[in-house]
Every structure is written in structure tokens, then in C-alpha cells.
């Protein structure tokens, strides 16, 4: 059968996240991978959590094996208000300004489902994490691409823009900007505490909402914490957390927080979505944090990740400082590290030959909606060990001189 | 802040499901409720699912606690490969025929994505699996509602509105018909092996897909075993699948069986709806399925379910077998009774009556998309005992009887 004309309109415009396809390769050992996001497995309590869910299965059957709720588990619900109380000195929070999510990413998707429209507008960095990117873009939104700086998003150019929607009577259609503040996907840039400040009172002048997406929040490994747009701006944020950063993704557990009449919406979108998460995996959580303290014991991984970050940062100046035609960016937390070449590179050409030779890294045209950039490449410290970090970015020296020698 | 005015489309349609309002009351002690079609706990493998759950936690945590692949656990396909080899003789999947979703809700959501635009037409049973409809009204189709008689949908109806449709010219805008052939629900009528050939016939005359929900297939308590629509017609059938029924709803795990090119087009839209199912879930359910054949061991359970079933039907009959007023359908397995009233009954009206005296039903009128019939109610007797069952229907004659009254 012919199903090409049975699809709709959104499979016609949806593309394979390229990602996992450029990656397909990272598991072979001869190959150095910069490319996913993936915390390393020995970071996380499995022994712990085996043995609370063999607790929880047996003891409490009949919630773990049984449907929850679409809103999530209240347990879960309870356990992460006391951390946000007592790591974000958020202490308003009820359970109905929760929604637990199939991770993050469905967290976006129902933003998606219930914010935008084709006339809608909303507004992203440039470059913005893809992920987000392509669930907005099943509603065939209008973005706005809003240039990330060294201090996150230029607010200026924000401005500029939601002036020129309001001269055209469209600033309602503007439904939300969506900021990743801490470490941001891509870039590894963090928002600076004016621009939360400024990007909280343009909200409320011109009436839109924010999505705060802060999977890597906890990841600092360095420089002074800054607090959340949400707890400037409970009336007007949705604040996402994920748990995989800091426990494990394999629970794909995320939680949307925000004001209530908004969640009772997201909580009918997922009833029609999936019905609700799985009981266990949240019930494991819960116990989970119940008896410890998520944030301090992530110190071991943070040192780690410092490191590995700290090794990248070096190696990248011992093999690309003499040449003025290279810049990075030096995150105090998170995953990734964004570079820059000068704008003939394309480093989508690039990566065969950095197949060839064996190191992977993310080409930065994946994260562009609008305008595309083909200059960049994100890198992950997160997973290789020291000396596969300073051998993949030697790695990567001769890639660009070979690929400069080509072109 | 208000935010009627940020709302999509899509929101300002949905509405939240009013089965989930109306059984509220359903953990009520003198509450008496034949409402939900959720499984009874007891008959979960706890124990077992424990041990497993530990082992694969410290054994396979570099799996189990790591993001998954968003196709979904290939030791789950193997596994589930073998079970419809064994059970359904068919014997030509692979894995890329194949997606893991959360639950078979989520697979009624990928379908609508994937394959419904507001142009399309998709033909659903009148009445119709609520969950279904909304999954697909997301879409905003235009619906074919096709009566259910006692043997399945009304396949004449339905060839009529085919010849119809190919006469205007809009036959290619018909995507799928959405059928559950066995024990439907609301109705817990089967679809005879007469009209699944026919159904398989008219699909490739008038070429469109059919969508077999098949939760309940393994639950059936006497009569013959029919063969599924997938077995016969697999270039043209999406056969949808759930362990909620028979092995625990709170693993969450669905799949959703098919022509690799579709399975390929939900498998992206999964990508931006969730990413991944949980890894622990999918293992769990693999290492069980690999040492149990879980459709043997569902024999105790569906002894009890057709003990119950037979129950509720005498008690009907000692009830209401005097009035010629109420019929009802005789299901060989599944979760559900369907009564339907004369035509002045208003089941939705009658139902405060029926909280007051304690019973709970869910009111016929839920099923429906275009022309609701309100003469009906739905019963569950998979979860209350048998006295409770003798009582409850005892209480639901009292009710109609007053409804009469005051009517």
C-alpha cells in the first residue's frame, strides 16, 4: 500500500531528529563521542533504587501496578515541593500547580498542544534546543528567533521585536519565549540574573508567558547559583524539571509547574495523550527522595563533570589557541561547550571527516528554526574520559585542518 | 493573568474525560461501583515482578537507568515477537514493525498526529472507545460514526457511506476505520470472523487503513477465538496492544503493530511527544514475558471475571427481566455489560439518582461523536464481588424505578 497520502499535514513537515542519526556510530569503542547529552550510568544509585522498588512493588502494589492518576503521584508531588522549598525557597506551591511528565520532552510537546496555533507567535533562542523546537513546530507556530549572548538572550532584540508586534496589533498571538536559563542546550550559556529580572518584567508589559526549561539547573559546577524566572514570576512562568539529569533518565520522570488553571489544562491534553505515567517509576522517585537528598549527593558527579569540563576547556586551547578563527564558550555547569568557527566553515561538511577520523560532535545547524547557522558544533564532556577528551579534540584539530585543506 | 486568550484551538475543544468526574465517588465504601474498567490488583504477579524489577536494576542499571531508544526495547519486541507467534501464528514481524508506547492511549494519540488532519475523514464505531475519540479529535476529522449490532459494526452502513464518499470524490481522505473486534468497549460486543473479512476486504477496494484496538482479546472467558484483523490483512492494519489488561496497567506499556513505513512515522512523532518510554518498565515486562507465558497464566483471572460476568447477567435477568424496556448484550469476555433503556431514558439524568442510592455506571451518551444517544449505560463487573454485584444491580432497578417516578 501507498500510505505517503495518508499522512497529515504535521508527518509531511516531520523530520528524524538528525541527531540520532549522525550518532548511530557513538557506541563503536575506536569512535570518541562529543555528541549526546547523556549522563554517565555509574553516577546513578542503582543498588538503591533496586531495592526500593522491590519495596515498593511488593508493599504498595496495589498504587505501582495499578493506573495513576493523569496529575501524577502525589507522593512524588509532596517529596518535590520540599525540594523546591528547600533548594529554591519556593514554599507556594499546592499540588495542583504539578503536572508530572513523560520526561521533559512531553512537557514541551503539551506547551505545544495547548499554547499554539498556526497565528501564534513564540519566541526561542538562536540558536534553541531541538528538541523543544520540534514539538513547537507540530503547531506551525510563527518563531521568533531571539540571538543567545554571552549572558543569554538579547533582551534588547526581544524588545525591538515585541515593540513591532504590538505596532501590529499582534502581540496576543505572542503566547510564550522559551528560555532554557542555566547552561542552555546548545550553548552551555547561563542567563544573567538582570536579564531574568528584565525578561520577568516584559512579560508582565506585554503579556506573555514563560517557559523556563531547566533541565541542568543542579549541574553548577561553578560561580554563584541564580535563582529561577519562576519564583520572580509564579503568575506568568511555567517552570519544567526533569529528574534524568539528576537521578536518572531511565524513569523519564519531568514535572511541569506553573499556575493552576494552566496545569488543569496540560492535565486534559495528557489524558488524551497517554492517560498518565507509570505508576512505578514515579512511586520510585518518590521514595527515593523521600530519604535522601538528591542535590547534595549530585556533588561526586559535579566534581566529575567539572573536570571533564576543565580538560575539554584546556585541550581546546592546546590545540586551537593559535588560531584567532575559533571560540568557545565556558560554561560554569551543564553538558555542553559551543563552538564557533568563522563563517565559511559548515560543519555539517565537516563531520564525514570527523566520522573518518573518529570524533563526534552535534553540527550546530540542528539547533536553528529560522535563520540557520552552519558555523557551530555543540560537545559533550559529560561521558568520555580525560584522555579521550584531549584525543578527541586532537582529533578534531586535524579534522578542521583536513577539511580547511579540501575546501 | 488571564489566559483564555493564549489558549490553541485545541484546548478550547478539549474537554475533561467525565468518566473520571462522574467515579469520583468509586473509593467510597458504601459506594457500590461498576464504573471503571480497571483490572483488580490482586491478580498482578507482584511478587515476581519485584524480584525482577531488582534484578534488572543492579544487573542492567547501564540500560535500565539510561534514556532509551525512542523505537523501544528491542529484548521487549523479541519477547512480545514470540508471544504472537505462539498465540496469534503470526510469524513475519520484525522489530522495525514494531513502536512501544505509553499504554495504548498514546498509540491512539500517534494515529491522530500522524495520520488526521481536519480534512480527513476517519469511520469509528457508534458508540465508540471515548478514549479514541478524543485522541482523535485533536485532529478535529470528520467523523463516520457506524452503528455497532450484536456481530460488530454495521458493515453495509459503513460500505454505503464508502460508495458515498468515493462518489464525491473525497475517498482518499478517508485514513482509518477504528475498530476493537473483541469485547468492544463500551458494548462488549465481538466482531464476528464474517464481517473481519469483509472489513479486510473493503479496506484494500476502497483503500484505507484499519486501526485494530485489540486490549481485550486475551480476556475471554468462552466461545471461540477469532482471528485478529492484523493476521489477515497486515499490510493494511495497525493492530494496537496493551499490557494493562494482562500483566499491570502501572508499567504503562503499549505497542503498536504495523507496516514498518508507518511504525517509522509514529516513531518520529514519538521523538517529539516524549522521546522514549521508561527503560525500566519495557525491561521488567521483557524478562518477565521471556519465563512466563503470561496469556496461560491469565487463566485464574478470567475464571473470576467469567463468574463475575455471569452474576451481573442473572442478576439482570432477576432485576429487570420483567420490563421489556431494558436489554442488554451478552459479551463471551472483556470488561464490559451494555444496557440500553427505551428511548425516553436520559442515563446521564438518572445518574444523581443512582450516586444517592449507591451504584455507579458510566452513561451511555460518552460514546458518541456526532449523534448521542442517551438510553444507554455502560457496567464494569471485573471489580466488585458477587454479592456486591447482586446488590449493586438490585440498587440500579430501584434507581430506574424512581427515575420513572419523578420523570
Known amino acids: 500500500m501507498e500510505f505517503e497520502n495518508k499522512f497529515s499535514k504535521v508527518t509531511k513537515s516531520m523530520k528524524s531528529n538528525i541527531i540520532r542519526e549522525l550518532l548511530k556510530d557513538a557506541a563503536n569503542p575506536n569512535i ?3 555528541g549526546g547529552g547523556v549522563p554517565d550510568p555509574e553516577t546513578f544509585p542503582r543498588n538503591e533504587l533496586a531495592e526500593i522498588s522491590l519495596k515498593v512493588l511488593k508493599d504498595e502494589y496495589k498504587f505501582t501496578l495499578q493506573y495513576a492518576t493523569t496529575e501524577g503521584d502525589n507522593e512524588l508531588k509532596k517529596q518535590y515541593i520540599k525540594l523546591l522549598e528547600k533548594h529554591e525557597h519556593i514554599d507556594w506551591l499546592n499540588y495542583d500547580n504539578m503536572l508530572i511528565t513523560v520526561g521533559s520532552q512531553q512537557a514541551l510537546h503539551l506547551i505545544s498542544m495547548v499554547l499554539l496555533d498556526e497565528e501564534s507567535y513564540c519566541a526561542v533562542g538562536k540558536p534553541v534546543y531541538l528538541g523543544a523546537a520540534n514539538a513547537f513546530k507540530q503547531s506551525f507556530p510563527k518563531f521568533l528567533e531571539i540571538p543567545i549572548k554571552e549572558d543569554g538572550m538579547d533582551l534588547e532584540f526581544f524588545e525591538a521585536k515585541l515593540k513591532e508586534l504590538k505596532n501590529k496589533h499582534e502581540i496576543e498571538k505572542l503566547k510564550f519565549v522559551y ?7 546548545p550553548t552551555g550559556v547561563t542567563m544573567s540574573l538582570e536579564k531574568r529580572k528584565k525578561l520577568s518584567e516584559l512579560s508582565k508589559e506585554y503579556n506573555f508567558l514563560i517557559v523556563e526549561d531547566d533541565p541542568y539547573g543542579y549541574l553548577r559546577f561553578e560561580g554563584e547559583k541564580l535563582p529561577n524566572i519562576y519564583s520572580m514570576n509564579p503568575e506568568r512562568t511555567l517552570l519544567l524539571n526533569t529528574f534524568s539529569k539528576i537521578l536518572s533518565p531511565g524513569l523519564r520522570i519531568g514535572i511541569i509547574i506553573g499556575p493552576k488553571e494552566l496545569i488543569r489544562q496540560f492535565t486534559i491534553a495528557k489524558q488524551s495523550a497517554d492517560l498518565c505515567c507509570p ?14 537528598d538528591i542535590i547534595k549527593e549530585l556533588e561526586p558527579s559535579l566534581k566529575l563533570y567539572k573536570s571533564k569540563k576543565d580538560t575539554m576547556l584546556e585541550a581546546l586551547k592546546v590545540e586551537f589557541e593559535n588560531t584567532s578563527k575559533v571560540s568557545w564558550t565556558k560554561p560554569e555547569g551543564g ?3 559551543w563552538l564557533t568557527f568563522d563563517e565559511s566553515t559548515n560543519t ?13 560532535y552535534v553540527p550546530g545547524e540542528s539547533f536553528y528554526v529560522n535563520e540557520i547557522e552552519k558555523n557551530h558544533m555543540r560537545l ?7 584522555d579521550e577528551i584531549k584525543e578527541g579534540i586532537r582529533r578534531l584539530r586535524s579534522v578542521v585542518e583536513d577539511y580547511k585543506k579540501v575546501k
Chains 1, 2 share one sequence.
Not at 559533550?380 to 580525560?386: A, D, K, R, V, Y
Open 335 to 337: 553538558l555542553f561547550i
Open 32 to 34: 570518541i563521542s562529543f
Open 380 to 386: 559533550s564532556f559529560c561521558l568520555p574520559s580525560h
Open 279 to 292: 505508576s512505578l517509576t514515579q512511586r520510585i522517585a518518590a521514595r527515593y527522595l523521600e530519604n535522601h
Open 179 to 185: 528560555v532554557v536559563p542555566n547552561f542552555q542546550n
Open 348 to 360: 555539517m561538511e565537516m563531520f564525514e571527516i570527523a566520522r573518518k577520523k573518529g570524533v563526534l
